[in-house]
């Protein structure tokens, strides 16, 4: 059985390192992503990622929405 195609609701921390490098002009790691996952992005119940919910995530850390203590970068 061919291996399941990501989906943007379902990406391995990975997966998503490599779409979110992809899109920008900064090298985003897996390190990275499991960093925000510590410090309590979203996950799915596999332990994967839904790329909406972590970039509404990001968004409202980087508002001091959260993200650790720091409220952001």
């Known amino acids: ?3 399941k ?3 943007i609701t ?3 921390p990975v997966q998503l ?3 979110l ?3 920008g002009s900064r090298s985003i790691t897996e390190e990275m992503i499991l960093g925000d ?3 309590g992005a979203p996950v799915n119940g596999d332990g994967s990622v839904n790329l ?3 970039t509404a995530w ?3 850390a980087a508002s001091g929405g959260g993200r650790g203590e720091s409220g952001g970068e």
Do not use: E, N, Q, W
């Open 1 to 3: 059985m061919p291996a």
């Open 5 to 7: 195609s990501p989906t």
């Open 10 to 12: 379902s990406l391995t």
């Open 17 to 19: 390192a490599k779409v």
């Open 21 to 23: 490098s992809a899109a």
């Open 37 to 39: 996952i510590d410090t």
């Open 52 to 54: 909406i919910h972590y």
């Open 58 to 60: 990001l968004v409202k």
